[in-house]
């Protein structure tokens, strides 16, 4: 059986909603990381891609509500200038959606139904639409609601047990009270996500993954940089900010210990041994494990755990083998509840999981994450030497993400 290797994975700076990015439509975002990845293959000639060489693209997005024109993966295909002979296909499993989509494409490449396959993700949560639903007949006297579909749930269907469509913040505290985590362990964890981040910045760890955007009109600057990051973040300062889903005194979870809510893209090539030769690259790192899971939905925050245990037995692995870990930080408490566990499972040590820093300080624009996770994970194992790593995110109404990455070049 074929199998599937990551050859290379950019993304753009992360924005904060309303900020560097928000000029900049979803499609274009897109385009921009399918370009760059064009233009880092030197067996490839960006301008004039030969039918038949792309098997297929294969993005995530969360919302296709808007500008994305619902198959946001045909859109950056054409937008880009490939061929349009190359099919593009958009998968949507909410915050996970990209790495959904290297998973898709990893299980084309290993059937042998293609040899090099772009995938990618972009969300912008900042141009998200509001949304006005049709009313059951014309005319209708009552008032209409606008939805908005930046986040979260939205049209909900009145069959839907309300336990289960409570928000995300209030899913979360209820996580926390469910494995007693602390407000301040919280805020520590969020801190040390903005440290490590910084320091990742100013160490050049981001240069070989991340692709300036460039200004979207006179108005804007190009982006070189996550917008969210916050250097001199503390523990101390973060304990000063109110709750947000319950009063205080009740509630832990604000806008510092969570992620924010951003704009941005990402991509990556997956291919077989063959696409080496037709990328001119070498690879990476190779897909040996694959794990989904789902729970109930308030409980969304720790459906990674089993998500992960479950690639972990399908590559035939422990936690004990693995040596690096990025885990979407969604929230502060989800990412403890899911250390604590893999830890009683053999994990070596939290200081592996997020060591370049995580969501709550880079941020997450949903349909853009999942890659964002992979791609680190597959450049922190290639800059260390060490072999085994794991990729892994919630998501909302209930469900968790993984894949295992080998280092091809481990020491």
Same mark, same amino acid.
């Given at each position: 059986m074929p199998q599937a290797y990551v050859y290379d994975a950019v993304r753009t700076p992360f924005g904060k909603i309303g900020g560097s990015l928000s000029a900049h439509r979803p499609d274009d975002l897109a385009a921009h990381v399918v370009r760059a990845l064009l233009d880092r293959a030197p067996g490839l000639d960006a301008e004039n891609v030969a039918a038949g060489t792309i098997d297929e693209v294969v993005f995530g997005n969360a919302n296709g509500a808007g500008e994305e024109n619902r198959n946001i993966a045909r859109m950056a295909t054409l937008l880009s200038g490939l061929p349009t002979?190359?099919?593009?296909t958009t998968v949507n499993r909410l915050c996970g959606s990209s790495l959904d989509a290297a998973i898709v494409a990893s299980r084309q490449i290993e059937v042998g139904e293609a040899d090099l396959m772009l995938v990618g993700g972009v969300e912008s949560m900042s141009r998200a639409p509001w949304v006005l639903p049709k009313t059951e007949r014309p005319f209708p006297m009552q008032n209409l609601e606008l939805a908005n579909t930046t986040l979260g749930w939205r049209l909900v269907n009145? @069959?839907?047990p309300a336990e289960w469509t409570v928000s995300l913040g209030e899913a979360t505290e209820q996580l926390r009270e469910k494995h007693g985590i602390s407000r301040e362990a919280q805020d520590e964890f969020a801190a040390q996500s903005h440290q490590l981040a910084a320091r990742a910045w100013d160490e050049g760890k981001y240069d070989n993954l991340v692709v300036p955007v460039p200004p979207a009109n006179k108005r804007s600057s190009e982006v070189t940089r996550d917008e969210t990051v916050r250097p001199d973040s503390t523990?101390?300062?973060?304990?000063? $900010?109110?709750? %947000?889903?319950?009063?205080?005194?009740?509630?832990t979870v604000t806008?510092?210990?969570?992620?924010?809510?951003?704009?941005g893209a990402s991509a990556a090539w997956l291919g077989s041994e063959a696409a080496a030769g037709v990328l001119g690259l070498d690879p990476i790192a190779r897909i040996i494990g694959r794990g989904t899971f789902a729970n109930e939905p308030r409980y969304f925050g720790e459906a990674p755990v089993e998500a992960a245990n479950l690639a972990l037995r399908r590559a035939g692995l422990a936690w004990p083998d693995i040596a690096a870990v990025e885990l979407n930080e969604a929230f502060a408490a989800q990412s403890?509840?899911?250390?604590?566990?893999?830890?009683?499972?053999?994990?070596?040590s939290p200081d592996i999981v997020n060591a370049w820093g995580?969501?709550?300080?880079?941020?997450?624009?949903?349909?853009?994450? =999942? $890659?964002? %996770?992979? =791609?680190? $994970?597959?450049?922190?194992?290639? @800059?260390?030497g060490e072999r085994y790593g794991v990729a892994a995110l919630c998501i909302g109404v209930g469900q968790g993400i993984a894949v295992v990455l080998e280092n091809v070049n481990a020491k």
């Open positions: 002979s190359i099919p593009g009145p @069959e839907m523990a101390e300062a973060l304990a000063g $900010l109110r709750t %947000v889903f319950r009063p205080a005194g009740d509630g806008a510092g210990n969570a992620s924010p809510m951003n704009d403890i509840a899911c250390l604590d566990a893999w830890t009683a499972d053999g994990l070596s995580g969501a709550i300080a880079i941020g997450h624009p949903l349909g853009a994450s =999942g $890659l964002r %996770v992979l =791609g680190t $994970l597959a450049r922190r194992l290639q @800059e260390s």
